[in-house]
């Protein structure tokens, strides 16, 4: 990989393309070693860690090549990108997510996932 830090707006593509194309290595290039996952609402993270990342995706997401996730709109505010998708292959319909990355020195350290509740 370049020396080059990523923007938080390559960030987010960048893990898009690789989660969509099921390259877990890629996706995981992304995030930092202390990235922390929070499923909304929750007052704790769900997941602490890349190999605890790592594990969750690919026994999960990465396990099912019909899941597919589509950004219908990004919002890019300084180190925080916030992606408003739909997630394909895990229903009859899609589901509507939202997504918060936080980006700390060319990673994504935090991520906040919002349901269509």
Do not use: C, D, I
């Given at each position: 990989m370049s020396t080059i830090e990523r923007s938080p707006a390559d960030l987010a593509q960048a893990q898009l393309e690789a989660?969509?194309?099921?390259d877990?290595?890629?996706f995981c290039a992304c995030y930092s070693e202390d990235v922390k996952v929070?499923?909304?609402?929750?007052?704790a993270p769900?997941?602490?860690?890349l190999a605890a990342f790592?594990?969750?995706y690919r026994t999960g997401p990465f396990a099912m090549p019909q899941v597919q996730a589509e950004v219908r709109e990004r919002l890019l505010m300084g180190q925080t990108v916030v992606d408003h998708e739909?997630?394909?292959g895990r229903g009859p319909e899609a589901q509507?997510?939202?997504v918060v990355y936080r980006c700390r020195a060319g990673r994504i350290a935090?991520?906040?996932?919002f349901g269509n509740e």
């Open positions: 989660y969509n194309a099921k877990l290595e890629a929070w499923r909304m609402p929750a007052e769900r997941t602490v860690g790592r594990e969750s739909w997630v394909h509507q997510v939202m935090e991520v906040y996932f």
